[in-house]
């Protein structure tokens, strides 16, 4: 019998597919692809040193009891193995065979060391010894040096010397990851060396701009006898370790959480190794000394056939060669924000929607800023979650503390991989006075809240802006967000209380129109969603769709499940892991599950509620996913939209285009496969990102609804 659901971390593999297939699509422009191949290892690498990571404590721990969908711990590594071996070979072919030729005929060449000619290995030669052998550190391995520390996502060579005296031993050359992965070679006047990627071209077909790369572990190969002096280099290979980078905060352990985050940052360089990966000609006898030294499985070893770490070949999309990229796109800014009221002025009469990154995220900014410099304005309070480096909104909120206003911030220092910026951003705002608050020890705060409190004629106002995404302007421009500033009062005090239940001791259970975990929210959503079971079981209208990165939360899933046995519509947009199955027979035939990997991460969270009628539907933005430590043990939030023609506009053109994507969509099948969406009969190709991009979709549309919808 079919599992009910489909397992976490094979999904999250199809996921990961989804982002190799869009390297692999040629609509892209070429570096887009490049990137799009860079973020797939990305993605690997973080999923081995969190999620696999897991997997290989339980193992180690004695659980090997099955999760949900059937499959024990050692059963679920395995699976891994072969999928992620299986795709790590598809991603180094595609490099090889495909996306090298097509770099070569746009004039960017990557070289093997082998294929460049004397003049250029002499340049490199130099390079080498002014650059990359000051910083070099080679490590014996004998009786009297011990195994070297491989630390995590280094890349290294595996190198064989033989002394006259003394016979073979093994060294170890870390690559320095300070320097370029890819070093920048001239080429030369006459016809450059056939790289075995390049495409012969005649001379008048060539690019006029050209770039020639060769990757920096082969030229530190090359000149390894300058760091081994009087013995010979038998043999050298790369290999790459991985390590378990999750953080671990235990309350017995944090006196100071500020320092114990501080300490746990030291310690991940330390975690013990979860993968492996060698060039395939390296020998076995090489192979069973890595093995045995970094304490590893002969299963966490992955053999690949060409460079290891791929992520690094990022370093290409920094070439300026716009006509190789995604055309630039300027964000608009709603014309409501364009006049010289004030932003306070307008959200007296009316909410404002910012759909980002197809709207500008300065207004977030300016809000920010308006009231550090409004001498109005009491209180500024405010989360942070991610907020990247130099942050235009810790910068204004530095300057409201300097201005004398009142500024609470709550950083949570256990955003993974984002711990150092904020330990930063924390220790700049106390030393401006501001009130500085952690995230507790249990709980990580990822909720996207920002609450100013201004005196005003008729009494105290305030003035909320409520997300789906972080603070963070860089990836406002890359990631799909919604946030709302409103100053509904009932917004406003739920803010308030959020705020002083993370300045406080605890949560608050109570409030008047957010959804708030992780007391409520779980309870709420399934509250809602039996709302429209009992709807549908009255011969009322009911209806879900619901848009988030990630599904795997067991109960929520079973709760779909019985909505999709009363009949109910259920479309899931769904990014990354889904564990729902859809399409079954009793089960789930009512429910559709769909994917977007687009030109922009799909980060947005939209929850729909059908409610038994048009006139009472409902709709919640917000940033809980819905995964078990969003709902238990995060505090998030989602937020009404009561505004009627913000709320018609993303119940009617929002969700639709994502709906009706056959472009860049893929849907779910019951066997945990995708599908690629494509065009129907005479339907029409249609790319919803792209439509959002358009000007068919802008703040004019909004405006010109909110017309129709008050009149």
């Given at each position: 019998?079919?599992?009910?659901y489909?397992?976490r971390?094979?999904s999250?593999?199809e996921?990961?597919l989804?982002?190799?297939?869009?390297?692999?699509?040629?609509?892209h422009?070429l570096?887009?692809?490049?990137?799009?191949?860079?973020?797939f290892?990305?993605?690997?690498?973080?999923?081995?040193?969190?999620?696999?990571?897991?997997?290989?404590?339980q193992?180690?721990?004695?659980l090997a009891?099955?999760?949900e969908d059937?499959?024990t711990?050692?059963?679920?590594l395995?699976?891994?193995?072969?999928?992620?071996?299986?795709?790590s070979?598809?991603?180094?072919?595609y490099?090889k065979e495909?996306l090298?030729?097509?770099l070569?005929q746009e004039?960017?060449?990557?070289?093997?060391?082998?294929?460049?000619?004397e003049?250029?290995?002499?340049?490199?030669k130099?390079?080498?010894?002014r650059d990359i052998?000051p910083?070099?550190?080679p490590l014996?391995?004998?009786p009297g040096?011990p195994?070297?520390h491989?630390?995590?996502?280094?890349?290294?060579l595996a190198v064989v010397?033989?002394?006259?005296?003394?016979?073979?031993?093994?060294a170890?050359?870390k690559i320095?990851g300070?320097?370029?992965r890819?070093?920048?070679?001239?080429?030369?006047s006459?016809e450059?060396?056939?790289?075995?990627?390049?495409v012969?071209?005649p001379?008048e077909?060539?690019?006029a701009?050209r770039h020639?790369?060769?990757?920096i572990?082969?030229?530190?190969?090359a000149?390894?006898?300058s760091?081994?002096e009087?013995?010979e280099i038998v043999?050298?290979?790369?290999?790459?370790?991985?390590r378990d980078?999750?953080?671990?905060?235990?309350?017995?352990e944090?006196?100071?959480?500020l320092?114990?985050i501080?300490?746990?940052?030291q310690r991940?360089?330390?975690?013990?190794?979860v993968?492996?990966?060698i060039e395939?000609k390296?020998?076995?006898?090489i192979?069973?000394l890595l093995i045995?030294n970094?304490e590893i499985?002969?299963?966490?070893?992955?053999?690949?056939?060409?460079?290891?770490g791929?992520?690094d070949?990022?370093?290409?999309?920094g070439?300026e060669l716009?006509?190789?990229k995604d055309p630039?796109?300027?964000?608009r800014?709603?014309a409501m924000?364009?006049n010289?009221?004030?932003?306070?002025?307008?959200l007296?009469?009316?909410d404002v929607?910012?759909?980002?990154?197809?709207?500008d995220?300065?207004?977030?900014?300016d809000f920010?800023?308006?009231?550090a410099?409004?001498k109005?304005?009491?209180?500024i309070?405010?989360t942070?979650?991610?907020?990247?480096?130099?942050?235009p909104?810790i910068d204004?909120?530095?300057?409201?503390?300097?201005?004398?206003k009142?500024v609470?911030?709550?950083v949570e220092?256990?955003?993974?991989?984002?711990?150092e910026?904020?330990i930063?951003w924390a220790?700049?705002?106390e030393?401006?006075g501001?009130?500085?608050v952690?995230?507790s020890i249990e709980?990580?705060t990822h909720?996207k809240?920002?609450?100013?409190?201004?005196k005003?004629?008729?009494?105290?106002r305030?003035?909320?802006?409520?997300?789906t995404?972080?603070?963070?302007?860089?990836?406002?421009h890359?990631y799909?967000d919604?946030?709302l500033?409103t100053c509904r009062?009932?917004l406003g005090a739920d803010?308030?209380t959020?705020?002083?239940?993370l300045?406080?001791?605890?949560?608050?259970?109570?409030?008047h129109?957010?959804?708030?975990?992780?007391?409520a929210l779980r309870?709420?959503l399934?509250?809602?969603i039996?709302?429209e079971?009992?709807?549908?079981?009255?011969?009322?209208?009911?209806r879900?769709?619901?848009k988030?990165n990630t599904?795997?939360?067991?109960?929520i899933?079973?709760?779909?499940?019985?909505a999709?046995q009363?009949?109910?519509?259920v479309?899931?947009i769904?990014?990354?892991?889904?564990?729902?199955?859809?399409g079954?027979?009793g089960?789930?035939e009512?429910?559709?599950v769909?994917?977007?990997?687009?030109?922009f991460?799909?980060?947005?969270?939209?929850?729909y509620?059908?409610n038994g009628?048009?006139s009472?539907?409902?709709v919640?933005?917000?940033?809980?996913d819905l995964?078990?430590?969003?709902?238990?043990?995060?505090v998030?939030?989602l937020?009404?939209?009561?505004d009627?023609?913000?709320?018609?506009y993303i119940i009617?053109?929002?969700?639709p285009?994502?709906l009706?994507?056959n472009?860049k969509a893929?849907?779910?099948t019951s066997?945990?496969t995708?599908e690629?969406l494509?065009?129907n009969?005479?339907?029409a190709?249609?790319?919803?990102q792209?439509y959002?991009?358009?000007?068919?979709v802008?703040?004019n549309?909004l405006?010109?609804?909110?017309e129709?919808?008050?009149?």
């Amino acid at each position: 019998m079919q599992s009910r659901y489909f397992n976490r971390e094979i999904s999250w593999l199809e996921f990961n597919l989804r982002v190799l297939e869009e390297a692999m699509d040629e609509r892209h422009p070429l570096l887009e692809r490049v990137k799009f191949l860079s973020i797939f290892n990305s993605n690997q690498d973080e999923f081995f040193m969190i999620r696999v990571s897991g997997l290989k404590e339980q193992v180690e721990s004695g659980l090997a009891k099955p999760s949900e969908d059937g499959l024990t711990p050692p059963e679920q590594l395995a699976i891994i193995r072969e999928r992620v071996q299986a795709l790590s070979e598809i991603a180094n072919r595609y490099l090889k065979e495909t996306l090298m030729v097509r770099l070569a005929q746009e004039g960017i060449y990557l070289y093997d060391y082998a294929d460049l000619n004397e003049a250029q290995q002499t340049q490199l030669k130099q390079y080498f010894d002014r650059d990359i052998f000051p910083v070099l550190t080679p490590l014996a391995f004998d009786p009297g040096h011990p195994f070297p520390h491989i630390s995590n996502l280094s890349l290294n060579l595996a190198v064989v010397i033989r002394d006259p005296e003394k016979g073979e031993h093994f060294a170890r050359v870390k690559i320095p990851g300070i320097l370029p992965r890819l070093v920048a070679v001239s080429l030369p006047s006459e016809e450059p060396a056939q790289a075995e990627s390049e495409v012969e071209l005649p001379l008048e077909q060539r690019p006029a701009e050209r770039h020639a790369f060769v990757w920096i572990e082969q030229i530190i190969a090359a000149n390894l006898h300058s760091l081994f002096e009087g013995v010979e280099i038998v043999e050298s290979h790369p290999f790459r370790v991985i390590r378990d980078a999750d953080l671990e905060i235990r309350e017995d352990e944090a006196g100071d959480l500020l320092q114990t985050i501080e300490q746990s940052l030291q310690r991940r360089r330390f975690g013990s190794v979860v993968y492996l990966s060698i060039e395939s000609k390296m020998p076995s006898h090489i192979k069973t000394l890595l093995i045995a030294n970094l304490e590893i499985e002969a299963s966490d070893v992955y053999s690949l056939e060409g460079p290891m770490g791929l992520s690094d070949l990022i370093q290409l999309y920094g070439l300026e060669l716009a006509a190789l990229k995604d055309p630039p796109f300027r964000p608009r800014l709603p014309a409501m924000l364009r006049n010289r009221q004030g932003i306070f002025n307008l959200l007296r009469t009316q909410d404002v929607l910012l759909h980002h990154p197809f709207d500008d995220f300065s207004p977030v900014v300016d809000f920010i800023e308006a009231a550090a410099n409004d001498k109005d304005v009491l209180a500024i309070k405010q989360t942070i979650y991610r907020a990247g480096s130099n942050s235009p909104i810790i910068d204004a909120l530095a300057r409201a503390s300097v201005n004398g206003k009142q500024v609470s911030v709550l950083v949570e220092l256990k955003a993974r991989f984002d711990e150092e910026n904020n330990i930063e951003w924390a220790r700049a705002l106390e030393k401006v006075g501001a009130h500085v608050v952690y995230g507790s020890i249990e709980t990580k705060t990822h909720c996207k809240v920002a609450l100013v409190v201004r005196k005003e004629a008729d009494g105290i106002r305030r003035y909320v802006h409520l997300g789906t995404g972080n603070y963070n302007a860089k990836t406002a421009h890359i990631y799909t967000d919604l946030g709302l500033m409103t100053c509904r009062p009932e917004l406003g005090a739920d803010a308030s209380t959020l705020f002083n239940s993370l300045t406080g001791y605890a949560l608050s259970p109570t409030y008047h129109k957010m959804l708030v975990s992780p007391l409520a929210l779980r309870r709420n959503l399934m509250a809602k969603i039996d709302r429209e079971i009992e709807h549908a079981r009255a011969g009322r209208e009911a209806r879900l769709i619901l848009k988030c990165n990630t599904l795997s939360d067991f109960a929520i899933t079973d709760k779909l499940y019985e909505a999709s046995q009363a009949g109910i519509k259920v479309d899931l947009i769904i990014r990354g892991s889904c564990c729902l199955v859809p399409g079954v027979v009793g089960l789930s035939e009512n429910i559709r599950v769909i994917s977007l990997v687009g030109r922009f991460l799909e980060h947005s969270r939209i929850y729909y509620f059908r409610n038994g009628s048009e006139s009472s539907e409902e709709v919640y933005l917000g940033s809980a996913d819905l995964m078990q430590r969003n709902l238990d043990r995060r505090v998030e939030t989602l937020f009404p939209i009561e505004d009627p023609a913000i709320r018609h506009y993303i119940i009617h053109e929002v969700l639709p285009c994502y709906l009706k994507d056959n472009q860049k969509a893929r849907l779910l099948t019951s066997d945990g496969t995708y599908e690629h969406l494509l065009p129907n009969g005479d339907e029409a190709p249609f790319n919803a990102q792209e439509y959002f991009l358009s000007q068919n979709v802008s703040q004019n549309r909004l405006q010109a609804i909110a017309e129709e919808v008050r009149v």
